[in-house]
């Protein structure tokens, strides 16, 4: 098993532009999330998906949106990137009800220019 | 509002010694209280957790202490080595959605040879 996967591990952008970040895990999880890991603050969460077709905001939502139209994938797409979206961009997925452990994908390095 | 309080920022130790890292909540419907390490440029992994039904929770050299009604929980390491230097995260949620979990800022640990 591959785990969670993300792509790209880098990125730069110029501010107003848009992207999508990848996110595929293959452990048929139920659970998936993405989260946002800033200096000195810990990581936030940004998007959570409780299955296929259905999504919900967390804590810092704006600017972001996501679908699931599969269990196995949950793209982040930036709207129009700002530079306060430089940031650390991590992928997590969970068996949902029958384990509490979130597994973490490596990470995408966004920086926005 | 940081909802989970973690200290220290950064912790130094000497091979063979005792690191401590502790946390505090203020949401007293947290029932779920995890601890993360991180090792530069990889996505934080689940070392430990516990629920609050107990005080205590120990797996290998990890353990966890639980205080409920001083809202405090903390992470002890004995025998520290520097294979342990990483950054670690408490975290606290009320449940396995993970969508209102709160992350602390991190400690950065180094344990010294």
């Known amino acids: 098993n591959a785990g969670v996967t993300q792509t790209p591990k880098f990125q730069v952008l110029k501010t107003g532009q848009s992207m999508t970040l990848q996110c595929a895990q293959d452990?048929?999880?139920?659970?998936m999330s993405w989260y946002r890991q800033d200096p000195g603050m810990g990581l936030r969460l940004i998007h959570y998906s409780v299955g296929a077709g259905i999504t919900d905001q967390g804590e810092v939502p704006n600017g972001y949106n996501v679908s699931r139209s599969t269990t196995e994938d949950f793209p982040l797409r930036l709207l129009s990137a700002a530079p306060s979206q430089t940031s650390v961009y991590f992928c997590?997925?969970?068996?949902?009800?029958?384990?509490?452990?979130?597994?973490f994908g490596p990470g995408t390095r966004l920086t926005v220019t | 509002q940081q909802q989970v309080k973690q200290s220290p920022q950064s912790l130094i130790v000497q091979k063979g010694g005792i690191s401590i890292i502790n946390c505090a909540y203020e949401n007293t419907a947290f029932d779920y209280f995890p601890w993360y390490q991180q090792f530069p440029g990889k996505g934080p992994a689940l070392l430990i957790a516990?629920?609050?039904?107990?005080s205590e929770k120990k797996e290998g050299r990890f353990t966890i202490s639980f205080n409920k009604s001083a809202k405090q929980f903390s992470l002890h390491i004995m025998d520290s080595q520097p294979g342990d230097s990483a950054t670690y995260f408490c975290a606290a949620s009320t449940r396995p959605l993970h969508n209102d979990m709160r992350f602390g800022a991190g400690t950065r640990l180094t344990v010294k040879p």
């Open positions: 997590a997925s969970s068996m949902g009800q029958a384990s509490y452990e979130q597994y």
């Open positions: 452990m048929n999880h139920e659970y």
């Open positions: 516990i629920r609050p039904d107990v």
